[in-house]
């Protein structure tokens, strides 16, 4: 039992030691003008600070959208929910070509400055079984490996 409580504190104090949510009033004013100048439309927010960065949740219709932003109000990253049809041909291509038999379940758009990559969840379904493969590609479909979203740096 003591092991059990030992890790439920650590899952609760360490998560908030990596991630701190925030009140709209604890985010400086220039971070939440980047946010509204940019994404004027944008609506149900929730602040993070990760590390040295903003982070910051929000919806616009019915699309999620993710930002990290710096102290001094810069947009660094952005991740954006689109649907399979805003996906660049080349990727539907490469899909289509590599993956036969499988769907597109969801996309994400993931963009670092000027460098843009797709994150796409593809799926096939057979009488009893279940496959899903999580795909990071360029714009010209060429493959990334699943961490280089995470390692791009700003």
């Known amino acids: ?11 609760f104090f360490g998560r ?12 400086p004013s220039i971070v939440k003008d980047a946010l509204k100048t940019k994404f004027p439309n944008s609506n149900d927010i929730e602040w ?8 910051v949740e929000f919806e616009i219709g019915r699309n999620d959208h993710e930002l990290w932003i710096t102290p001094s109000g810069q947009i660094v990253k952005h991740k954006e929910e689109i649907s399979s049809a805003q996906l660049p041909q080349n990727i539907k291509n490469k899909i289509k070509t590599d993956y036969k ?12 400055k000027d460098k843009v990559l797709y994150k796409v969840e593809i799926e096939t379904r ?7 493969v999580d795909l990071i590609l360029d714009e010209d479909g ?3 490996e699943k961490s280089a979203w995470y390692e791009m740096k700003f």
């Open 16 to 27: 908030d030691a990596i991630a701190q949510d925030l009140m709209p009033s604890q985010v």
């Open 142 to 144: 060429k493959s990334f």
């Open 1 to 11: 039992m003591k092991y059990l409580i030992i890790m439920v504190l650590i899952f």
């Open 101 to 112: 038999g499988y769907r597109i379940d969801d996309v994400d758009k993931l963009t670092i």
């Open 48 to 55: 993070e600070k990760k590390g040295e960065y903003y982070n």
């Open 126 to 132: 057979t009488k009893n079984n279940k496959k899903e």
